[in-house]
C-alpha cells in the first residue's frame, strides 16, 4: 500500500488513482493521523500531496515529524516537498511571483524518477513558495529556468521531492515517474487488481454476514448495482432490495432495473411506489438545500417502514464510494469542504441501527466499472452516466409539480436518446435536460407562445470533482433543440450551458 497524506491538494484523489492504475492499492488520509495508525498500516511508500497552503501561513497542514524516520520512502510534491525541505532543516523562499502552467525541466541527476527521459522533458507547475536551501544530505535532481530546485533527493532515505506535478496529465512522463517511485523506489507489487479485489470483498462480506439478512435501496445505478450484485455474489437470497419510486426518476427507469438486474440476477426486491409522498412532501418548496433535506428524510422513513417488514435484518448494504467519503467528511484535511448535501453518504445507519455493509467504499468510479465487468453485469448498465438521489427535483429549477416533471422527463428522455444515436453517451459523464422557472415568448405555426425552457447540460470528467462542459457539435444541438421544442408540450426554447465546474456545479442545483 502507499499512504498519500492530504495537504489540501485539489489533486491528492487524482495522486492515488494513478498509483492504483499501476495495481498498487493506495489511499489518501487526512494529515492528522497518528503515527501508529501509519505504522500499522504498513506502507510501502508514502506520498505527501500538494497544497494551497504557504509553509509560513499560520495553521498550514502538518504531520507528526517522526514520519520522516519511519524508514519509508517518501515523495513530496509542491507544498509536500516544501513541508519534506522545512522539516527537515532547509529554507523555503516565500513567493514574489506566483509560477503557474508549463516548464521546461532540465534533468541534473536521472536516478531514480528521472531515468530513461533524456535531458529534460515539460512539467506542469503550480506553486507560490520555491525550496531556497535544502537540508543535509539532499542534492538537486532537476531544475527549470524560474525555480533553480525544481525537484531534490536524499537518495540514502530515499526522500524525494518534485515542485511540479507528475500526477496532472499535462506532465510529460508523469505516470513514468510515479511507475518508478513505485516499483523501484518503494519495491512495490502489482497486487490490485479487481479480480483480487472482488474474491477478498465477497469473502469479507460472507464473513462480516454469516448467516443473517442485508436490506439494501437499489437505485438503479451503477453503484448500488455493482454493491448489489456484489453481495448478492456473497449472501444470495438474504439480500433483499428496495427499490422506491419517489416520482422523480426519468422516464422508463424501473423497466431499465427490471431488465437489467432483477431478471439476470434474480433478486430478492421489492418496489415501493411513494410517488404522492414526495410530491405532497415538495409542494411549494423551491430552495435547493430543502429539497434535498426533505427527500432524503423521506426516503429514510420509507425505507425504514420498508424495512422493518424485512424480520431479522441486521445490516444495511450501500454503495458507497472512495470519493464519497472524502468529500462528505468536513475535516479531511481542512479545505475540502462540503459543496452540497448529498444524501446518499450517513443518515441513514445512524436512525436505523443497523450495521454498515459497505463494500465499494475503497474503490474510485472507474474500479466500479472494472468490477461491474468482472462480475458479469451488462455494459450498458456498467456505463449509465451517474443520476444523483434528489433525481429530477434538482433539475426542475424551482417549483415542483407533475406537470412540471413530465415535461422534464420527456425532454430528458429526448436528449438521451440524442446523445446515444451520435455515439457520445459514454464519452460523456453527464447529459441530462434542466427545466428553467422563466417563460420566454416564441412563434409557432404564426401563433405567438409563452413558454418554458430547458437548459441542455453536458459535462465531461474523470471524477466530478471538477468538469468541463462538453464542446457537443453544433448540428447534434439543433437536432435536440429541435426535437425537444417540436416535440415536448409547453417548451419553446433551448439553451445550452457552457460552465465548468468550478465555478459552476455539475447539477443546477
Ligand atoms: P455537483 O452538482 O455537486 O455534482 O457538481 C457532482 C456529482 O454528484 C451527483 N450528485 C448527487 N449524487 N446524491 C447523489 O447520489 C446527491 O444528492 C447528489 N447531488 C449531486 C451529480 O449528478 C454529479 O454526478
Not at 18 to 42: A, G, K, P, T
Not at 306 to 335: H, M, N, R
Request: some cysteine; overall charge neutral; charged content about 25%.
Amino acid at each position: 500500500m502507499i499512504i498519500v497524506i492530504d495537504f489540501g491538494s485539489q489533486f491528492n484523489q487524482l495522486i492515488a488513482r494513478r498509483v492504483r492504475e499501476h495495481n498498487v492499492y493506495c489511499q489518501v488520509e487526512s494529515s492528522d493521523i497518528s503515527l501508529e495508525r501509519i505504522r500499522s498500516l504498513n506502507p510501502k511508500g508514502i506520498i505527501l500531496s500538494g497544497g494551497p497552503s504557504s509553509i509560513y501561513e499560520d495553521n498550514s497542514p502538518s504531520i507528526d515529524k517522526s514520519l520522516f524516520d519511519l524508514g519509508v520512502p517518501i515523495l513530496g510534491i509542491c507544498y509536500g516537498m516544501h513541508y519534506m525541505v522545512h522539516s527537515l532543516g532547509g529554507r523555503i523562499k516565500k513567493a514574489q511571483k506566483k509560477e503557474y502552467g508549463f516548464a521546461n525541466l532540465n534533468i541534473i541527476d536521472s536516478y531514480p524518477l528521472f531515468k530513461d527521459m533524456g535531458t529534460g522533458f515539460q512539467c506542469w507547475m503550480s506553486h507560490g513558495d520555491s525550496a531556497m536551501e535544502l537540508p543535509k544530505n539532499f542534492v538537486i535532481t532537476a531544475s527549470t529556468e524560474n525555480t533553480p530546485i525544481a525537484a531534490i533527493a536524499n537518495h540514502n532515505k530515499k526522500f524525494y521531492g518534485l515542485q511540479f506535478h507528475p500526477e496532472v496529465e499535462h506532465s510529460i512522463n508523469g505516470s513514468k515517474m510515479i511507475d518508478l517511485f513505485l516499483f523501484n523506489v518503494c519495491h512495490c507489487s502489482k497486487s490490485w487488481t479487481m479480480r483480487s479485489f472482488c474474491d477478498g470483498a465477497i469473502a469479507q462480506i460472507k464473513d462480516a454476514v454469516g448467516e443473517k439478512k442485508v436490506i439494501m435501496g437499489l437505485s438503479g445505478g451503477v453503484d448500488s448495482s455493482v454493491a448489489a450484485t456484489l453481495i448478492h455474489k456473497a449472501i444470495g437470497k438474504n439480500l433483499f432490495c428496495i427499490f422506491v419510486d419517489n416520482g422523480l426518476l426519468r422516464k422508463n427507469e424501473k423497466e431499465t432495473l427490471e431488465h437489467n438486474l432483477i431478471k439476470k440476477l434474480d433478486l430478492n426486491i421489492r418496489f415501493v411506489d411513494e410517488k404522492e409522498k414526495f410530491l405532497s412532501g415538495l409542494k411549494d418548496v423551491v430552495d435547493p438545500e430543502q429539497k434535498r433535506k426533505i427527500i432524503g428524510s423521506l426516503f429514510i422513513e420509507v425505507f425504514e417502514a420498508e424495512a422493518a417488514k424485512i424480520e431479522g435484518a441486521e445490516f444495511l448494504g450501500q454503495g458507497t464510494l472512495y470519493p464519497d467519503i472524502i468529500e462528505s467528511k468536513s475535516a479531511f484535511g481542512g479545505p475540502t469542504s462540503i459543496i452540497k448535501s448529498h444524501h446518499n453518504v450517513g443518515g441513514l445507519p445512524e436512525i436505523m441501527k443497523l450495521k454498515l455493509i459497505e463494500p465499494l467504499q475503497l474503490l474510485f468510479k472507474d474500479e466500479v466499472r472494472k468490477l461491474g465487468l468482472e462480475l458479469g453485469i451488462n455494459e450498458d448498465l456498467i456505463w449509465r452516466q451517474p443520476f444523483p438521489g434528489p433525481g429530477l427535483a434538482i433539475r426542475i429549477i424551482g417549483e415542483i409539480t407533475t406537470s412540471r416533471l413530465e415535461i422534464l422527463r420527456e425532454a430528458d428522455a429526448v436528449l438521451l436518446e440524442e446523445i446515444r444515436k451520435a455515439g457520445l453517451y459514454r464519452e460523456l459523464w453527464q447529459s441530462f435536460a434542466v427545466l428553467l422557472p422563466i417563460k420566454s415568448v416564441g412563434v409557432m405555426g404564426d401563433k405567438r407562445t409563452f413558454a418554458n425552457c430547458i437548459a441542455i447540460r453536458a459535462v465531461t470528467s474523470n471524477d466530478a470533482m471538477t468538469a468541463d462542459w462538453a464542446k457537443l457539435p453544433h448540428d447534434l444541438l439543433g437536432k435536440i433543440s429541435n426535437r425537444i421544442i417540436n416535440e415536448v408540450e409547453n417548451i419553446n426554447r433551448v439553451v445550452f450551458d457552457i460552465t465548468s465546474k468550478p465555478p459552476g456545479t455539475i447539477e443546477w442545483e
